[in-house]
């Protein structure tokens, strides 16, 4: 995943089992749902093998960009949230911002 961020100004954090935060700093919400897809797409694409058994893997990705917001770090991870379900609900290895 950092091949996909600028590793001087940008951070991912693991949250928790499978979930993932990305932080992109100063990145507007059209390029931020670009850098998802790609992200996506790169996933979706992989295999990996476990135990000989090869595995196809997916992702889905919320999207919350803000700007000149005062939204607390749990706010803003509850709003990225609603939207990583929405994702899910949606069928699942989609971008929703």
């Known amino acids: 995943m950092t091949n996909f961020i600028r590793n001087d100004t940008d951070w991912i954090a693991r949250y928790g089992g499978d979930e993932f935060l990305i932080c992109l700093h100063n990145v507007d919400s059209c390029e931020a749902g670009k850098i998802a ?3 996506r797409k790169t996933v979706e694409n992989m295999t990996v093998e476990v135990e000989n058994v090869a595995i196809k893997i997916t992702a889905s990705f919320g999207l919350i960009t803000v700007k000149n917001t005062r939204l607390k770090s749990d706010e803003l991870i509850k ?12 069928g699942r290895n989609k971008v929703i911002a």
């Not at 709003?79 to 949606?90: I, M, N, P, T, V």
């Open 37 to 39: 897809e790609r992200l």
């Open 79 to 90: 709003l990225a949230d609603s939207k990583l379900y929405e994702a899910k609900k949606q």
